[in-house]
């Protein structure tokens, strides 16, 4: 069946590669500031901080739902204003409420949609200069579970919870070979992610094979949530 999925940004890292997998066989949409300039996508100008998803030229019936916008700002406590806690909220948690309320009947009108949102491992594993990035993706995982209650089993709801992949967000963390593999050796499977990884399960979770899962958040982190090895 070809289904037509939403992506709310997405023209680089993850989302990106979750568009060129799903692009053959699908109908993507791709509401970004970006254009991703390929003709198999379909382009919607849209800024999720301003723009109402609502006004988007969309199908009645949406089967896909990824909302691709994140954020890595890591500082010492200390050091971080309330105006980063406001900055990261809007960005990851009601950016997505309000994409999310733009195209709810279009959800819903589809046969048991599935909808993906993003977080990431430091919400299971405390990790130190977090703890604004950590507090936004808590409130997606949060979020996500009580939606997929509250509306199953007419849509589905998972999250994925990366550790650091090597996307273009995470640049300044994997700037050279050295960060690299300095980074790779903190993860049981001694290297980082690549957006091909997460994207891969986004793409299962898209798809009728994970038809009967629902309020899960789903670690994509080389072991570091679960193993303990060094």
């Not at 709801?157 to 640049?171: F, Q």
């Amino acid at each position: 069946m070809k289904k037509n999925i939403l992506l709310i940004g997405g023209s680089t890292g993850i989302g990106k590669s979750i568009a060129d997998k799903l692009k053959k066989d699908h109908q993507v949409f791709m509401a970004s500031r970006n254009d991703p300039e390929d003709d198999q996508i379909h382009h919607l100008a849209f800024d999720v901080l301003k723009d109402d998803t609502s006004s988007l030229d969309l199908p009645e019936e949406l089967h896909g739902f990824v909302y691709c916008p994140g954020s890595i700002d890591l500082k010492p406590f200390k050091m971080i204003k309330p105006e980063t806690f406001e900055k990261e909220m809007q960005l990851n948690f009601f950016g997505l409420v309000r994409s999310l309320k733009g195209v709810l009947d279009k959800l819903i009108n589809a046969n048991q949609a599935s909808l993906i949102f993003f977080s990431t491992v430091a919400v299971k594993t405390g990790m130190p200069f977090h703890t604004s990035v950590a507090a936004a993706k808590g409130a997606i995982e949060g979020f996500a579970k009580s939606l997929a209650a509250e509306y199953a089993p007419s849509f589905r709801v998972n999250v994925i919870a990366p550790s650091l992949t090597d996307t273009p967000l995470a640049e300044k963390l994997l700037s050279s070979e050295e960060k690299k593999t300095k980074m790779g050796e903190r993860h049981p499977l001694k290297r980082t992610g690549t957006a091909s990884d997460i994207a891969n399960l986004a793409v299962y979770l898209l798809s009728e094979d994970s038809s009967w899962m629902t309020g899960q958040i789903l670690g994509v982190d080389g072991g570091l949530s679960t193993l303990n090895v060094n």
